[in-house]
């Protein structure tokens, strides 16, 4: 997927992977999904699968730009001040 965008689009100015822990995940899966059942196996395989490609991307984003490339903790965007201090410390 990387090197699709790469070609297409070129370098990127900003990536950004924002980790969030699987409860976060949980629930906005469930708050999108309302009327579907949930399967916490199911949704732990799906979670792993996406960490994966995640993970892969990543990589290859780090390797061929990596000065665009940021990784920060959702609870660390709870607040102006904590973005802040991630961003521009």
Partial sequence: QAHSFLEAFGSPKVV??????DEFLEEEWKGL???DAFDAE???EMLAGQRQARET???VFKQLC???CLS????LLETPELLKDTVAP
């Avoid at 950004?16 to 822990?21: G, K, M, P, S, T």
């Avoid at 920060?72 to 609870?75: A, C, D, R």
């Fill in 72 to 75: 920060v903790e959702k609870k």
């Fill in 42 to 44: 199911q949704f732990a």
């Fill in 66 to 68: 990596p000065g665009s």
């Fill in 33 to 35: 999904h309302e009327d």
């Fill in 57 to 59: 991307t990543g990589k």
């Fill in 16 to 21: 950004l992977d924002i980790e969030c822990d």
